[in-house]
Every structure is written in structure tokens, then in C-alpha cells.
């Protein structure tokens, strides 16, 4: 019965992806722009202000494979089939993680299938999903060859770290991460000598210092400098983690799969193995130690908890008593998989007429212009009072391809990703910023502005054709400097006046 409820759940939670042609995930957007710009570079309808200049860094996981896939097929559905392999990576590598460890399978796809459109994935860190696939798929295989010959598991493991390496560095992390405490664990189970498990822990780390020293040796980077602790979301996180879109949602199931796992273990029906706890406590001070931000890239300890929810169920023990209680635990963690569900479905169906209406407003832009994207809300982080916005913030960014347009919004960091804008607008570009508060840009262009501006915006009135203004429609708020071209429940679109 569990296998073909899970077989359902599993058919319902790809279906969002395939009804949806721009899936409503706050970063979606921004990749796929940047995959319409690697698809069309060195052609006539290259973008005029991108350039693409690959290095030896990390995290070119969709940056790699699109553009390859897109010869085949419309760069939409490319980049739309990228997103669904990285489901499927992370589905099917929990499963195997689970059947490699215990010869069954049990408890890893309800986990996988529950935590599938959790916060970092449903906010469109694709290359992050598609790295911990593969890191899911490597920790199996490497468990698998754990006891056979060394040459064969060093080989796997070679293999594996450097398509983790360009995928995405943090799921680089993870694997190294767990392989080390499954390692150490060994000792502690008297199993292995302390000789041995540091010659594999040294074989695990091998090929990734080799790829992080060549790295270092070509002037390649893991993003921008910049490491900061957000200390008060640490407490935050495990409750907002199960939904991106609803903080009531997210928190209530969330609430309920802790307190139904707790009553597991209290109960002694749910156990973890020796191996098992070793990763367990080794996450948990990864989440506390570990910056908010870390080598430029944000949410990174947020990142840690679904990696722990996908890897952790393949070494644990779910013996439950009778079938009333198979059925409970069923009906739970399936409740909780359709809720979280629900609420993908509420907010990405109707997306697909808001993108629909963005994209037609780029056929009123002048091609070849000049785009600033503007926001009534007051900065460009997440706003939590109304989370189903959040997808609106990077949708501009698609002016890059539609209008063959510059967006200074475009996620072009160096390290990260392999486009950048020629030196002509790069003064302009604020690669990994939100839309700028349309208050901060009244004020700019008003003679008030505060001391602080940002030089990118400083003379915004000059350096942009257009802007667009993302939120509810309000009045014009600069009549004699911007003209209405287009208006949407989520977005108004202004021709900018050009003045001295």
C-alpha cells in the first residue's frame, strides 16, 4: 500500500513543473534569461550588452547543460526540463541512498516528495537541487562500494566530486560532508582502524583539493567575497523551511512532522542507526556553525536542513506496531506532502498569466533599451508578509531576451555564473540585488536623495529607457519624467523621459 501511495504522490508532485511553462520560483526567471543569452551567444541575435567569459569555478550546472539541451529544443523547454531532471535527481537519489543502506525502500521518498518544493528549492536555487541529486546519487554509490575494492570506490568518487564541483559547490559540501562523518562513524563502531578511515577520508578529499587548487592557480572564484551570520533566522528557518510561498503553511507542517517524529523516537518505534546519529549531530552543528552567508551566496545554512532531511531517513528504523499505526503515519506524511502541494498549485497557475502579461509588455520596449526594475516594496529582500510576490522580483530580467535588453538585475556574478555585462553598462550592474525601492528613485530623481545612493542608481533618469515597477498599480509618482506604457496586477511599465 505504501509503495503505490508514494507512486501517486510522486506522479501529483511533478505535475506543477509540467503544466507551469515558467515555473513561479523567485529565481527562475533570472536563470532562464541567462540561458537565452549562453543559447544565442555568438550568433546574430546575440544580446549587444552580455558577454560570456567561462572560468574554472563552480556552480555551472544548468549553465552547462541547457544550453547543450536547447539544441534540441526551445530554450524554455530546455531550462524547464533542466528543473525536472533536478527533481528527479533528488527523488530517485534519496531512494537509492535508502536501498543501498538498508536493501529496501521505506522512508526516503515520503521524505523526499514532503521537502521537493521546500523554501530553497521553490525560490529556484536550481543548480543547488540539481547538485544535491547528484551529491544523493553519489553517497549511495559510494556506500554501495564501501566494502569492495579501494580502486573502484576512488574512481566513483573522482567522478562524482568534479561533476559536483561544476554543478554547485555546496553540494560538494554536503557529499564531502557526509562521506567524512560516515567515515568517522566507522571508528566509533570499531569497525575500522584509525589508519584506514584517514586514507579514505584522504581519498574523498583528494580530487576535490586538486579541482579547488586548480581553481585557485586560473584566477577562477566561488562567487563574490562576503561572509555574514544572520543569526536570529537560525530558530526561524526549521519553521518557515517546508514552504516557500505561506509561513502559516510552511510552519504548521513542519510543526507537525517534528512533533510526529519526536513522538516516533519517544515512542521507540523510529531509530537512528550509530552512522545515523554521527550525521545527524554533524548537521546540526554544520547549521549552527555555518555563515547565512557564505563565498556571496545567500541562505546557505537554510540549505543544510533539506540536505539533512533527504540524506538522514536512509539510516534510520521505522518499526511501527500495527497497521493503525502504518495508516496514521501514512495519512500524516502524505497530508503534509498534498498541503504543501496545494499551495505550489495556488500560486504557480496563476503565475502563468502574470508571466504572460510581462512578456507582452516587452514587445512596447524599443529593442536594444535600457531596463531598470523598480519596486514599491520597500527593498529588494524576501518579503515574508506576502511571499507569492516574491516570484514577480526577477521576471524583468526576460527583457534580456524578449527586447534584447540590459537588466541590471541579471544574475551575472563572477564565480558564479559565465555571462557578464560588457564594460560599457557594467557600472550599472548589481548582479545579485532585488528591485530598488521606487521611493529611493522619486527621491533621486527630486533632488532629495539620501546620502547613501548606490552609484548605480545615481543618475537613473539619464542611464535607463524604461522601468518597471513591480507591485500593485499606483499613481504615477513622476508625471513630467515617466510615461504609463503598460499596467498588470503585478507590475506597471514606464517610459522614462530623458532630461538633463
Not at 269 to 290: C, D, N, Q, S
Not at 407 to 416: Q, S
Not at 457 to 477: E, K
Request: proline letters at 8%; aromatic letters at 12%.
Amino acid at each position: 500500500m505504501a509503495i503505490a501511495v508514494l507512486a501517486v504522490l510522486a506522479a501529483v508532485s511533478f505535475l506543477p513543473v509540467l503544466l507551469t511553462p515558467i515555473p513561479a520560483m523567485v529565481d527562475y526567471p533570472n536563470h532562464l534569461a541567462r540561458m537565452y543569452i549562453l543559447s544565442r551567444n555568438g550568433t546574430p541575435d546575440a544580446n549587444p550588452y552580455y558577454e560570456v567569459a567561462w572560468a574554472f569555478y563552480p556552480n555551472l550546472g544548468m549553465d552547462l547543460l541547457v544550453p547543450q539541451l536547447a539544441r534540441l529544443m526551445s530554450v524554455e523547454h530546455a531550462t524547464r526540463l533542466f528543473l525536472l531532471l533536478s527533481q528527479l535527481l533528488i527523488v530517485g537519489g534519496a531512494l537509492l541512498l535508502e536501498w543501498a543502506r538498508k536493501g529496501r525502500v521505506h522512508l526516503a521518498g515520503f521524505a523526499a516528495l514532503a521537502f521537493l518544493y521546500c523554501l530553497p528549492f521553490s525560490w529556484g536555487f536550481v543548480n543547488f537541487e540539481f547538485g544535491l541529486g547528484l551529491a544523493l546519487w553519489g553517497i549511495a554509490i559510494y556506500l554501495m562500494l564501501a566494502e569492495g575494492p579501494w580502486p573502484l570506490r576512488f574512481v566513483a568518487n573522482v567522478l562524482f566530486v568534479a561533476a559536483l564541483y561544476a554543478a554547485h559547490f555546496f553540494s560538494l559540501g554536503i557529499y564531502g560532508a557526509t562521506l567524512g562523518l560516515y567515515e568517522l562513524s566507522r571508528i566509533r563502531q570499531q569497525r575500522t582502524s584509525y589508519l584506514v578511515v584517514a586514507a579514505r577520508l584522504g581519498a574523498v578529499a583528494l580530487p576535490a583539493l586538486v579541482l579547488f587548487g586548480i581553481m585557485q592557480m586560473t584566477a577562477g572564484s566561488i562567487g563574490s567575497e562576503g561572509t555574514s551570520w544572520f543569526l536570529g533566522f537560525k530558530p526561524i528557518w526549521p519553521l518557515r523551511i517546508m514552504n516557500g510561498y505561506n509561513l502559516t503553511v510552511a510552519a504548521a507542517t513542519g510543526l507537525t512532522l517534528m512533533i510526529s517524529l519526536l513522538f516516533a523516537a519517544r515512542r521507540g518505534v523510529l531509530k537512528l542507526e550509530p552512522a545515523g546519529l554521527w550525521l545527524a549531530i554533524g548537521f546540526a552543528l554544520l547549521y549552527l556553525i555555518i555563515p547565512s552567508k557564505l563565498f556571496g551566496t545567500s541562505f546557505v545554512d537554510l540549505r543544510v536542513i533539506p540536505a539533512a532531511a533527504l540524506i538522514l531517513p536512509a539510516f534510520c528504523s521505522l518499526s511501527l506496531p500495527s497497521r493503525a499505526w502504518r495508516t496514521a503515519a501514512l495519512a500524516a506524511i502524505s497530508g503534509i506532502i498534498l498541503i504543501n502541494l496545494a499551495v505550489v498549485f495556488a500560486v504557480w497557475l496563476p503565475y502563468r498569466a502574470d508571466y504572460a502579461a510581462i512578456i507582452a509588455s516587452f514587445q512596447k520596449i524599443e529593442r536594444g533599451s535600457r531596463v531598470l526594475v523598480g519596486s514599491t516594496g520597500d527593498n529588494g529582500d524576501p518579503p515574508f508578509a506576502d511571499l507569492t510576490s516574491y516570484p514577480m522580483y526577477y521576471a524583468p530580467t526576460l527583457a534580456v531576451h524578449y527586447a534584447n535588453a540590459f537588466v541590471p538585475n541579471l544574475f551575472t556574478e563572477a564565480g558564479k555564473q559565465p555571462v557578464r555585462p560588457r564594460e560599457g553598462v557594467r557600472r550599472l550592474a548589481i548582479p545579485y540585488g532585488g528591485p530598488v525601492p521606487s521611493e529611493l528613485l522619486t527621491a533621486i530623481a527630486t533632488s532629495q536623495p539620501p546620502a547613501d545612493v548606490p552609484p548605480f542608481i545615481r543618475t537613473w533618469y539619464r542611464d535607463y529607457d524604461y522601468l518597471y515597477v513591480l507591485g500593485p498599480p499606483a499613481a504615477n509618482p513622476l508625471p513630467e519624467l515617466l510615461e504609463v506604457l503598460d499596467t498588470s496586477e503585478r507590475f506597471v511599465l514606464y517610459k522614462i523621459r530623458h532630461r538633463s
